[in-house]
């Protein structure tokens, strides 16, 4: 998934496990976006080296969050939710054995050239094989391959946890303020 979809669900995610803390939340609220914010998109750091590596595995973030949260226990949920759920999202994949990129790009570029460069930027920038889930037990990959339907239909799913976070949210800011 791309980093805005992650960006959106992890925050969403995030507001949502502190509905039943209001206390935490309207004292660290900014603190714990911003910690949210990076551990969403923290994984995606391994496109430095192998993309979808260690990084990516959930075991590996879990252990991760909680040795931070040892140290600082204030990190310890944000930094889990914005990691597990880059996580999930990256399990989708987006299936392109049709072709399916370079047709939504050709109807936007005409210049065959140009259209085809766009097209294998685009393609590299997703190309993946889903996430090692069982790491470091196993380094198999795992994916749900998404077509052009289904793909829409888990976006439109993280806009709609994010409306209703947003919507959540206004109620219990009205209730506890
Ligand atoms: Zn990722």
Known sequence: MDWISHFIF???????IYLDRPLDWNKNRTFILLVAAAASLFPDLDILTTHRSELHAPLVLAVLAGII???FPIYFRPLLTGFLSHSLLDIFLFDNSKGTIRQIIDTAITNDTAASEVNEAVVD????????????LSRQMYSILLTETTYAFAAILILCVAVITVYLTRSSTDTYR
């Open 10 to 16: 992890g925050l969403s995610v995030t507001r949502l």
């Open 69 to 71: 949260g040892l140290a």
């Open 125 to 136: 920038g997703v190309a993946a094989n889903g996430i090692m889930l069982l790491y470091p």
